[in-house]
């Protein structure tokens, strides 16, 4: 079971974001950045099948070169190797993205084996556009399911299970196939020391993309009013019980 799982660079979750004066980009000075977790857990899913299945497994990122760290986090995980499509740091559109992806993994389809499985996380955390993974199955031609919570094999088939209000769905489709899952489907493992070690000496191969022009083009980027909150103290000890009291005749609890 050969499977190749794609990631991105996204902000770490809950940092506060600044963008820059013209609105056209985010200010990157002083953030850190992770991988998205629904991907993480694509990541942890790969690793998990190749162990179980046999096989091998392949991290792709498309981003700056920065976007290195993310694909050793992955190699740490346990992952076999990594490949980079490199960018000059610009936010691509979704179907800029996926036509690189496509392409890139024909490329390396055309030198090895196939595919058998390719990973994306449901949405990044990012930009949330819930569309890579779709195109990239559509530029392939292969069976598609989003949502994905649980993955199961036989023989040449997988079936893939995803949650709905009252249950979930149970998904099959022929091998290869591509699969959006989210987070919960694992609970990804954090990497030992010697993971660590031996992704920092590991060689990460660069393939150079090329960007489609006809997706979509970002104005500017805007933040949401920010919601401002107050803390009154009202005292301490028995001192503050006529000001508690105070409050619940307000809020109509007495």
Known sequence: MNVLVCVKRVPSPGAKIVLTEDGTAIDTKHLGFTVSPHEECAVEEAVRIVAKQGGSSTVVSLGPLAAEEQLRTALSMGVDRAVLLPT????????????????????????????????????????????????????????????????EFAADTASFHRGVADGFELC???????????????????????????????????????????????????????????????????????????????????
Do not use: C
């Open 172 to 254: 099959e489709a022929p091998l290869p196939a591509v699969a959006a899952v989210k987070e919960g489907i694992n609970v990804p493992r954090y990497p030992a020391m010697r993971g660590r070690i031996m992704a920092a000496k590991a060689t990460i191969r660069h393939l150079e993309p090329e960007r489609r022009t006809n997706g979509l083009t970002m104005l500017r980027l805007r933040q949401p009013v920010q919601e401002e909150t107050e803390t009154v103290i009202l005292g301490s000890g028995a001192d503050a019980a006529p000001a508690v009291v105070k409050v619940m005749e307000q809020a109509g609890l007495l």
């Open 88 to 151: 000059d740091g610009d936010e691509w559109d979704p179907g800029a993205v996926a036509g690189a992806i496509a392409a890139a993994i024909r490329t390396l389809e055309a030198e090895g084996e196939p595919f058998d499985l390719v990973l994306f996380g449901n949405e990044s955390a990012d930009a949330g556009n819930f569309q890579v993974g779709i195109r990239v199955a559509y530029a392939l031609g292969r069976p598609v399911v989003s949502g994905v919570k649980a993955i």
